[in-house]
């Protein structure tokens, strides 16, 4: 990540690093506690709650990357530093009635959608709705607090071809932060195989599992 950030000029404590933890047991995450690593992600609820409590106490910045069950929303609201995966209006309303139930205001990303194949995130045409949205769910202290986006760019042989879809993400944050008169600092873009090219296209957060904790078990 440093020599990625070195490579393009930018500043190596602009990148923050997701260390990916799904399918790893609570004790893989605290071997890495144990090196200075603060900031994790998982994307399956129950399998997050569960390794929350099993690490109650420890000092964790908790990421939700995974697509998001509306019916899943009231048990991660208010529970993660970020959530990554907010793509329908549907789930913005749910998150954000959990959260001012909570008195909290959850930080979001909206998660776009970038090739045909993939069924998650938000349509482009769309997202300026979404977006307008989200930000109405936060007004009042409560409620969702919209942070950037993320995306999962299609699978590609070289991480160099992943360079256009990040910095096409890097642009509709730009017009988007316009069109809304309101900074949106994160770009949550980048996994094992292509985080330095995202990190040369602007990403804010990288989301690394594979590299950092070997080839995930099969589900528990
Ligand atoms: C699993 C996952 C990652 C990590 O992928 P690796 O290739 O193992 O680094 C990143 N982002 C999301 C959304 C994921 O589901």
Redesign the pocket.
Known sequence: MAAACERCGRAPESVRLVA?S?FHPASDIRALLACGQREF?E?YAQEALAKQDELVGEDILWHF??GLQTKKARQVAGRFALI?SVDSAKLARELAKRASEARVLQPVLIEVNMGEEQKAGVEEADLPELARLVVSLGERGCGLDLRGLMC?PPVFDSPEEAGPAFEYLRELRDELSATLSRPLPELSMG???DFETAIEEGATIV?????IFGP?PQKP
């Open positions: 990916v799904k992600g994307s990357i995974g990554h999962l996994m094992t195989g989301r690394v599992g594979t590299s995930r």
